[in-house]
């Protein structure tokens, strides 16, 4: 059972940064209007998310680290009309096969908060500890008994980097949550939870390079066309002047989930073509919107992949609104 929990933890725990999503997407999955991410050593020594969601009681607390426990996904077809991140009921099972794991949670009606731990997949009672509402998820030790797990881990430079790119992602999702991350005891990005888009760039990029970015202009729109609303795009997109030597700044997020796709970047980035050198690359975060239906996200345990009833259209639509906005901008 132990080899059997390790196996299935490495599909969707692959690195501190897969850790990362998963408590982020919780948090989120709770309601939380504020979201901390603290790091150490690029997390394979500490990782710690907490939030102000609602919190899990403290009956519920052991349930909760039992593998396909999910207290969001009630019916089977519920999942096609999934809205939260979360209906595996997997991760926080994962992560306490490969890792120490403390969950500390509070519900806001509850006086006090309950706290589980659970050390090489051995549950320790849960005590009662004095905390203020929301929950708190620390995980320690990341695959320090499963060699080959980290073995393959990259430097902590670079594993923080991988868990920068995640929060950076959730936060330019969610504009209306305040996030922060702080990593070996430094800020490296800080979001005012305002939920205006421009002022999340400000908090996840900085300001030098929020101040070379424009808003996606809408383009016109066409009321004969049949396909009316069924992709839209809107964001920011950096102006040609600005550009990276990697694809680090392009985030594409596909109804709130932040998504990988070579062919949308490729998309993007055929909208600058001429504008900007060879090896160089744009700064974007997309916020394309697509009916459900014409969407599936359940392709892979970590859902980074989207397949699209017809990519053809969510290709055009990005090219048509990056193109419309650049020409607005360049002499
Ligand atoms: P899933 O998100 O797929 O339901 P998880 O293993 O990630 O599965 O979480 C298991 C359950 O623990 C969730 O369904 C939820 O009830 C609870 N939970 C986990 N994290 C939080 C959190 N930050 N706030 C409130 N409840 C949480
Ligand atoms: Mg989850």
């Not at 599909?11 to 408590?23: D, G, T």
């Not at 900007?276 to 997309?286: K, T, W």
Request: proline share 7%.
């Amino acid at each position: 059972e132990d080899t059997i929990g390790k196996i299935a933890a490495g599909e969707v725990i692959e690195r501190p940064a897969s850790v990362v999503k998963e408590l982020v997407e919780n948090a989120l999955d709770a309601g939380a209007r504020s979201v901390r991410v603290e790091i150490r050593a690029g997390g394979r020594e500490l990782i710690r998310v907490s939030d102000d969601g609602h919190g899990i009681p403290a009956e519920e607390l052991p349930l909760a680290i039992q593998r396909h426990a999910t207290s969001k996904v009630t019916r089977f077809d519920d999942l096609a009309r999934l809205t939260s991140y979360g209906f595996r009921g997997e991760a926080l099972a994962s992560i306490a096969a490969v890792a120490e794991l403390r969950i500390v949670s509070r519900p806001p009606d509850s006086p006090h908060a309950a706290s589980l731990v659970s050390r090489n997949g051995r549950v320790e009672p849960p005590t009662t500890v004095p905390a203020a509402p929301g929950t708190t998820v620390t995980v320690r030790d990341l695959f320090a008994h499963v060699p080959a797990r980290r073995a393959f881990l990259r430097q902590d430079h670079t594993e923080a980097a991988y868990v920068q790119r995640v929060v950076q992602a959730c936060a330019l999702a969610a504009p209306e949550v305040r996030f922060e991350l702080v990593s070996d005891g430094r800020t490296v990005l800080a979001t005012d939870g305002s939920g205006d888009l421009g002022n999340t760039i400000v908090g996840v990029f900085g300001p030098d390079i929020a101040a070379e970015m424009v808003p996606i202009v809408p383009p016109a729109d066409d009321e004969h066309d049949p396909e009316r609303p069924a992709v839209t795009v809107s964001g920011y997109v950096g102006l040609p002047t600005l550009t990276r030597g990697n694809r680090q700044h392009i985030i594409l997020l596909v109804n709130r989930r932040w998504i990988e796709s070579r062919s949308l970047t490729f998309a993007l980035e055929q909208a600058y073509h001429s504008l900007i050198m060879v090896g160089r690359f744009p700064v974007a975060v997309l916020h394309i919107t697509v009916a459900p239906e014409r969407l599936d996200v359940n392709v892979h345990p970590t859902k980074r992949e989207v397949r699209f009833s017809d990519e053809r259209l969510v290709f055009a639509a990005i090219q048509r609104a990056v193109r419309g906005t650049l020409t607005q901008h360049t002499p």
